[in-house]
């Protein structure tokens, strides 16, 4: 059955007991096709994490915040880009784990997938309570929720008292979540290398083993996820290398006999759906990969056998979170680049702020020499100026904010549709 599937028919038996549950539970809300599951028991838990050094989950936040703004402007240049890209290859991909679809370049795994966009929400999440917390802003409610089958989470500052702090301060909590990832994902790139490091002298490639069959593709029906392909009409595919390389000299309408550890099959390539002019044949594969000889006399076999599933867990939480992360800091309502915009666009720049920003600057930039320090105050304040003498009115603040999320939205909605609504279709 396919993948989807099984989200629609979690989503409907989840939606049935939340449908009956809802009046007995006061925790438990049913809003047409959100569900809301609402709870103050991870409160004292952000609370604790928050309590234990405010002042350095703000520094955190302060050093990521260029960052983030370099993220914000990288991501709107590259939705514009994909719209000019979209008649060529889907730059947009649905993140479900075990969901593949035709013509996509993202498969999620299903297990480790689950796992890593896990801490993707928690992660994401927690960042906005803690730094909220750490500014002194209370939370009303955390909890899980289900929009149709995409599962998410939420922390809820109290409003009135998020907009008492200063712009600043604000701002540090918007891109708490964003910045949360960032750093989730810096960490999981580094136990990954390693992880590849103490891989590389363990394993032995002996043939490319196929992850999933992509629905409607030649292979459907035919070769089966699990399988190890050995050759391909003769030639031999033991590395990634031999694999690839014989397939790009296919073409559509070829027939080929693939020989694998559980049988021999014969299949037809068709097009790409990315490249017409290009044979396919519908599978995702990685090289499959076994213990060497020596390593298991060296390490046994329990070691070896589990560093693979750590190795592509660590993976996806390393671009799950790089991924959402970045989507985030879009500068669109209601995600967190459309609030953290509309922030910047409202500074005002007074006297008591101009001398808390150059505080700030001199106490980051303590450490460089003078005539450093002087030439980056010079061009901070230079920028400060040029703010002061530009400032916006609220309501034309709001006007631009909600101008550009129409747009990024109306861009997304066309790429989206474009590019996998038709495949999606045709899995079913």
């Known amino acids: 059955m396919n993948a989807l599937w099984y989200y629609a028919i979690g989503f409907i038996v989840v939606w049935i007991l939340a449908f009956f549950l809802k009046g007995k539970f006061d925790n438990i809300s049913v809003e047409g096709f959100v569900l809301m599951l609402k709870t103050d028991k991870l409160e004292h838990l ?74 993707v929400l928690i992660i994401h999440e927690g960042g906005h309570g803690v730094l909220a917390r750490a500014e002194d802003v209370p939370i009303d409610s955390v909890g899980l929720l289900l929009f149709a089958i995409i599962p998410g989470a939420f922390v809820e500052p109290n409003q009135d008292e998020l907009m008492k702090i200063n712009g600043f301060s604000r701002l540090r909590v918007y891109f708490a979540g964003p910045m949360f990832n960032m750093g989730l994902c810096a960490v999981a790139l580094i136990i990954t290398l390693l992880l590849s490091s103490a891989m590389a002298g363990i394993y032995v490639t002996d043939g490319i083993e196929i992850d999933s069959v992509v629905p409607s593709s030649p292979s459907d029906g035919v070769l089966e996820s699990g399988m190890v392909i050995k050759s391909i009409n003769n030639v031999s595919t033991h590395n990634s290398s031999e694999y690839i390389g014989y397939l790009s000299t296919n073409h559509v309408g070829d027939n080929l006999t693939i020989v694998t550890d559980k049988g021999t099959y014969s299949i037809q390539t068709s097009s790409n759906p990315n490249n017409q002019t290009q044979s396919y044949i519908g599978v995702r594969s990685h090289e499959h990969k076994v213990v060497s000889e020596s390593a298991k006399r060296q390490y046994g076999t329990i070691i070896p056998a589990m560093l693979p599933t750590l190795h592509e867990i660590f993976y996806l939480v390393f671009f799950l979170n790089f991924a959402v992360g970045t989507f985030n800091l879009l500068p669109m309502k209601p995600l967190d680049g459309g609030l953290i915009l509309e922030e910047i666009l409202k500074t005002k720049i007074t006297p008591s702020r101009r001398k808390e920003f150059n505080s700030r600057l001199n106490s980051f930039t303590r450490f460089l020499p003078m005539g450093i320090r002087c030439f980056i105050s010079r061009c901070f304040n230079s920028i400060l100026n040029f703010i002061s003498k530009h400032e916006l009115k609220d309501d034309t603040v709001g006007k631009i904010t909600k101008w550009l999320s129409t747009l990024c939205i109306f861009i997304l909605v066309v790429l989206i549709v474009y590019g996998f609504v038709p495949a999606i279709m045709s899995m079913f």
């Open 46 to 119: 952000i609370d604790r994490i928050a309590s234990w050094s405010p002042r350095f989950w703000k520094y955190y936040i302060n050093i990521s915040i260029p960052l983030g703004i370099f993220f914000m402007v990288l991501m709107l240049v590259s939705l514009f880009i994909s719209l000019q890209m979209m008649f060529e290859t889907p730059t947009v991909s649905l993140i479900l784990p075990g969901v593949d679809i035709p013509g996509s370049p993202i498969y999620i795994p299903f297990a480790t997938g689950l796992i890593a966009l896990a801490t």
